[in-house]
């Protein structure tokens, strides 16, 4: 059992970074199933005053998202290695918060579970993401709290 709970950060942290290195080739080439996306959260956006929020060159674009998903990659799967747990509890927060957002966005704008009639995988992929980060928060959270005490430390020094 413990060897079981010692490789289970590993199995979400690759599973995770699957799921966000394949969904940037649809983000960072613009792909048709992209667009609908975005354009969908960007107009509803623009309904609420926030016109070009989630546009190409917005705030919340698919390539700031994208970018975000490559960050989260990248942190959990160097986390793999000892030295660097810390990273991992870091892509499970940065993964955890884009996910927050994406169920969010699924469920409460007019993008919904299947907006490219894919019989709702994307808002499953992005749902398992999201308990899976939580999951990997919890096992690493001695990490998650030295790596604030760190960045509190650094930024509220009185050196």
């Known amino acids: ?15 995770a970074a699957i799921v966000f290195l394949d969904s940037l080739r649809f983000k960072f080439t613009n792909a048709p199933e992209t667009q609908v996306i975005f354009g969908l959260l960007d107009g509803w956006a623009s309904t609420l005053g926030a016109a070009g929020l989630f546009a190409q060159t917005g705030l919340f ?14 942190c959990l799967l160097l986390g793999i290695i000892p030295a660097l747990r810390r990273l991992q509890a870091l892509g499970a927060l940065i993964a955890l918060c884009v996910m927050s957002g994406a169920v969010s966005f699924h469920l409460f704008t007019p993008l919904g579970i299947d907006p490219n009639q894919d019989g709702g995988g994307l808002f499953v992929a992005a749902c398992i993401v999201w308990a ?20 509190g430390t650094a930024l509220f020094s009185r050196d």
């Open 132 to 151: 899976t980060s939580i999951v990997m928060l919890i096992i690493r959270r001695k990490e998650l709290i030295a790596l604030g005490s760190g960045v």
């Open 1 to 15: 059992m413990k060897k079981i709970i010692g490789f289970a950060p590993h199995a979400i942290a690759v599973f």
């Open 61 to 74: 674009s698919q390539y700031v998202i994208g970018s975000a998903e490559l960050l989260a990659s990248a």
